[in-house]
T-cell receptor
Framework: ETGVTQTPRHLVMGMTNKKSLKCEQH?????MYWYKQSAKKPLELMFV???????ENNSVPSRFSPECPNSSHLFLHLHTLQPEDSALYLC????????????FGPGTRLTVL | SQQGEEDPQALSIQEGENATMNCSYK?????LQWYRQNSGRGLVHLIL?????REKHSGRLRVTLDTSKKSSSLLITASRAADTASYFC????????????FGSGTRLLVRP
């Protein structure tokens, strides 16, 4: 175990649904990340939070809305998604945001029907 | 081509053999990291090499970095079936304090 947990592990949702992905890290880290991993594409950085402040929004559509209430928790709120949003969503954390090694959660496999 | 491209895309070897994977990148970097991912799961950090380092070892792993050629290699010696996974390089770029750019990965199959 890496010390980063994600729930749910699998999610199937319709395009009109609203759902949230949750990530929790037990490592005392100050930076947290959301990545999207699609088949046959490199890992895409979506959002970065450092000390609960968003420092990166990598041109992500507004149907993805992150929330970081404290340094241990990170959410990704989903609404009106498209089938092409189906992917593995990975959360990661690092000691701080200065290029440290990142610790990844197991991911949420999202399927949008 | 993208920052952090791995080569080959797929590699199949016999248990006990060595596996070598290569990574090329385009921009100036602060460090380069290698990660491993078992099918459909999260990534696990393997090793980090800084831009002023040329070689680093960790157990059966050996990483080299050639900043003049903008390339790195990951060598896994005496491979085991449990090494079967995808391996990704990730570059820490100069213009961002936190951003890692991942390559597309090499899928390694170690046959027992």
């Amino acid at each position: 175990e890496t010390g980063v947990t994600q729930t749910p592990r699998h999610l199937v949702m319709g395009m009109t649904n609203k759902k949230s992905l949750k990530c929790e890290q037990h490592l005392g880290h100050n930076a947290m990340y959301w990545y999207k991993q699609s088949a046959k594409k490199p890992l895409e950085l979506m959002f970065v939070y450092s000390l609960e402040e968003r420092v990166e929004n990598n041109s992500v559509p507004s149907r993805f809305s992150p929330e970081c209430p404290n340094s241990s928790h990170l959410f990704l709120h989903l609404h009106t998604l498209q089938p092409e949003d189906s992917a593995l969503y990975l959360c990661a954390s690092s000691q701080d945001s200065s290029r440290n090694e990142q610790f990844f959660g197991p991911g949420t496999r999202l399927t949008v029907l | 081509s993208q920052q952090g491209e791995e080569d080959p895309q797929a590699l199949s070897i016999q248990e006990g053999e060595n596996a070598t994977m290569n990574c090329s990148y385009k921009t100036s970097i602060n460090n380069l990291q290698w990660y491993r991912q078992n099918s459909g799961r999260g990534l696990v950090h393997l090793i980090l090499i800084r831009s002023n380092e040329r070689e680093k070892h960790s157990g059966r792993l050996r990483v080299t970095l050639d900043t003049s050629k903008k390339s790195s290699s990951l060598l896994i010696t005496a491979s085991r079936a449990a090494d079967t996974a995808s391996y990704f390089c990730a570059t820490g770029v100069m213009d961002s304090s936190y951003k890692l750019i991942f390559g597309s990965g090499t899928r390694l199959l170690v046959r027992p």
